[in-house]
């Protein structure tokens, strides 16, 4: 597609449901916290993966200190304060594509507060494809469904999975650049949208590439 601001052509009534839920927050909202963080760190010349991993350190630290903090929600502020971000001029880039990005942290905000990430993601390419300068692409698609998937990983598994789930991206045992799969599924000709299966073959594709890693088996105790 032509790269584009993510959040231009979806549905209004999405885009203002999302909107609402990020500006009518606590009297101090935590995702802005997370803004901060990366409008600073881009600033001192970091890049998307290495922002991405101290959000997650960060989010870690504050469950750490305020117990009133769960790990899924930092999950989804997390993705809220990027989603800001990456809106307002964050030059954020995902595979070294800029909308890449904003639809890796659209699809986590969407599944995250308003549980539509798929959802959305099959609405803003079938939207694409009635517009005569672009098209459905796939890998836009799949992207979306990558940041709902990461999000869905964080949030559905419990406070100890949500727990981990950060962790593994703060610690750099996973991240964007080692853990995403190379997107190269193309577009389809102009005004054609994908059919179910196709869009269900992207999600496999996209949910068999992400996973929780199993855990390591602790350690045998010492032979006598």
């Not at 203002?16 to 997370?34: D, K, M, Q, S």
């Not at 469904?145 to 727990?163: F, I, Y």
């Amino acid at each position: 597609m032509t790269q584009a601001n993510f959040s231009v052509s979806l549905p209004a009534v999405i885009t203002i449901v999302l909107a609402a839920i990020l500006t009518n927050a606590p009297a101090v909202p935590i995702h802005r916290e997370f803004t901060a963080t990366a409008i600073a760190l881009e600033k001192s010349g970091q890049d998307f993966n290495q922002i991405f991993a101290a959000v997650c350190r960060q989010a870690l630290v504050g469950c750490a200190t305020n117990s009133n903090l769960r790990y899924d929600d930092s999950a989804r502020y997390v993705f809220a304060g990027l989603w800001l971000w990456v809106n307002n001029a964050g030059a954020a880039k995902l595979q070294g594509r800029h909308d890449w990005a904003q639809h890796f942290i659209g699809g986590g905000a969407f599944e995250g507060y308003l549980d539509i990430g798929p959802r959305a993601a099959v609405t803003k390419e079938t939207i694409d494809s009635r517009d005569p300068g672009n098209r459905y692409d796939l890998d836009d698609l799949a992207a979306t469904l990558l940041g709902s998937r990461w999000m869905d990983l964080a949030t559905s598994g419990g406070p100890a999975q949500a727990k981990r789930w950060l962790e593994l991206w703060a610690t750099g045992q996973m991240s964007l650049s080692n853990s995403l799969p190379k997107l190269q599924l193309g577009q389809l000709p102009q005004f054609q949208q994908a059919e179910v299966d196709r869009v269900q073959k992207v999600r496999a594709f996209v949910n068999e590439s992400l996973q929780l890693p199993p855990e390591s088996p602790p350690p045998a105790p010492p032979q006598r």
